[in-house]
């Protein structure tokens, strides 16, 4: 994958553990999404996070991807390729800065997403949301997300499985 494909408004690389602080700074400010989606982000949080992989992948298919408009860090997405079979990818978190929110750039950067993955030849994007969450219930199905009708539950919160057909 070519990741400077993905945006063509705003600057994308893989982060690593330098960019931590940067991480932390735009999700500490996304109050509103970790009362759903619990606990709190810590740096120890995302450094986990930026390693963590589903069952059978490995880490030539992850991308842990900071958008930049500059020098500034807009957006962060959590992307697993050829997950949860070969024609899908998976969004496990993406979060926007909250200066640049309800202004279209996070749909912006999932229409990019999916035109890239589209080309590639993906059938489909794959994510999940917190049952209730409106603020990311509202992003996702504005943004052509269906639900599968699949949920699984952990200890504190139902995870609502949806997809957007490529095709
Ligand atoms: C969801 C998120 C990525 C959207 O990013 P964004 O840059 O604001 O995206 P857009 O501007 O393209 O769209 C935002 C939409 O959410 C709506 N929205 C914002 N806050 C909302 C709320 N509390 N309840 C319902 N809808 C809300 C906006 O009105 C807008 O929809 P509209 O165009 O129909 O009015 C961003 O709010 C975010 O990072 N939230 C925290 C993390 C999160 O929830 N991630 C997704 C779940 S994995």
Same mark, same amino acid.
């Given at each position: 994958?070519?990741?400077? =494909? &993905?945006? +063509?408004?705003?600057?994308?690389?893989?982060?690593?553990?330098?960019?931590?602080?940067?991480?932390?700074?735009?999700?500490?400010?996304?109050? &509103?999404?970790?009362?759903?989606?619990?606990?709190? $982000?810590?740096?120890?949080?995302?450094?986990? +996070?930026?390693?963590? =992989?589903?069952?059978?992948?490995?880490?030539?298919?992850?991308?842990?991807?900071?958008?930049?408009?500059?020098?500034? &860090?807009?957006?962060?997405?959590?992307?697993?390729? @050829?997950?949860?079979?070969?024609?899908?990818?998976?969004? @496990?978190?993406?979060?926007?800065?909250?200066? $640049?929110?309800?202004?279209?750039?996070?749909? @912006?950067?999932?229409?990019?997403?999916?035109?890239?993955?589209?080309?590639?030849?993906?059938?489909? $994007?794959? =994510?999940?949301?917190?049952? @209730?969450?409106?603020?990311?219930?509202?992003?996702?199905?504005?943004?052509?997300?269906?639900?599968?009708?699949?949920?699984?539950?952990? +200890?504190?919160?139902?995870? $609502?499985?949806?997809?957007?057909? &490529?095709?």
């Amino acid at each position: 994958m070519d990741i400077s =494909l &993905l945006s +063509d408004r705003c600057k994308v690389k893989h982060l690593t553990e330098d960019s931590i602080p940067e991480v932390y700074a735009l999700c500490c400010k996304n109050s &509103l999404y970790y009362q759903y989606c619990p606990p709190f $982000v810590t740096a120890e949080s995302i450094a986990s +996070d930026m390693i963590a =992989l589903p069952p059978n992948k490995d880490f030539s298919d992850k991308h842990y991807l900071g958008y930049y408009d500059g020098e500034k &860090l807009i957006a962060v997405m959590d992307l697993i390729l @050829g997950y949860p079979d070969p024609a899908m990818a998976f969004i @496990g978190f993406f979060m926007t800065d909250v200066s $640049v929110q309800n202004a279209g750039v996070g749909s @912006g950067i999932i229409d990019g997403l999916c035109s890239y993955l589209k080309n590639l030849g993906f059938s489909a $994007v794959r =994510l999940g949301w917190v049952r @209730g969450n409106p603020q990311a219930e509202h992003f996702w199905k504005k943004n052509r997300f269906i639900e599968t009708g699949a949920t699984y539950n952990t +200890d504190h919160y139902t995870v $609502v499985l949806a997809q957007r057909s &490529l095709t």
